[in-house]
């Protein structure tokens, strides 16, 4: 089984900054996309930005230029480098792989999400 394990959230104020990890644990033969996803209260999860296995990355239009997504293949680790918060940053952010328990087939894990909070 796969585990996921978030990190770095919380409350920061507009302009602040943040960086969220997500850990990956257990048996694991590769992990291709990489994800974060957030949703607001009240608001459909979103897809906010992907990193695939070869770190070719994409976002959503409203994030773009002020967060970096990367991993750490070695430790299994996603990160979300987020830089210039604004409220309307606020949500739960969720961290979503596609793993390979014995390299055959893929599957997709969620983490538990983290909040976080940017306040005007």
């Known amino acids: 089984q796969v585990q996921l394990v978030e990190s770095g959230g919380g409350l920061v104020q507009a302009g602040g900054s943040l960086r969220l990890s997500c850990a990956a644990s257990g048996t694991i033969f590769s992990i291709n996309v990489m994800e974060w996803h957030r949703q607001a209260p009240g608001k459909q999860r979103e897809l906010v930005a992907r990193?695939?296995?070869?770190?070719?990355?994409n976002y959503v239009d409203s994030v773009k230029g002020r967060f970096t997504i990367s991993r750490d293949n070695a430790k299994n680790t996603v990160y979300l480098q987020m830089n210039s918060l604004k409220p309307e940053d606020t949500a739960v952010y969720y961290c979503?792989?596609?793993?390979?328990?014995?390299?055959?087939?893929?599957?997709?894990?969620w983490g538990q999400g983290t909040q976080v909070t940017v306040s005007s």
């Open positions: 990193i695939t296995s070869g770190g070719t990355t």
């Open positions: 979503r792989i596609e793993a390979s328990p014995e390299g055959d087939y893929f599957y997709q894990y």
